[in-house]
């Protein structure tokens, strides 16, 4: 495992001394572990997001072709 060093205010040092009951270092270690998972859950559903994104596009360009060619048929006809 790495060890990381970080600073902080001696009013948060001295805070932290107070509640020498818990685990400063398990609770700093599990608050990464977790905000690294959310910031990378939110990465792969942006990439998701991205794809079908590029999918909807595709089929409201085919949507208004559609739309379109049958307007020009029905012009054709006479209908419209």
Excluded: C, Y
């Amino acid at each position: 495992m790495v060890s990381v060093t970080l600073s902080i205010p001696e009013e948060v040092k001295k805070k932290m001394e107070h509640f020498s009951e818990l685990n400063w270092s398990g609770f700093i270690r599990k608050a990464i572990m977790e905000k690294t998972k959310e910031l990378n859950w939110k990465e792969e559903m942006l990439k998701k997001l991205r794809n079908e994104e590029e999918l909807s596009d595709w089929a409201v360009k085919l949507q208004h072709k559609s739309r379109a060619n049958r307007s020009a048929e029905l012009k054709k006809k006479g209908l419209i």
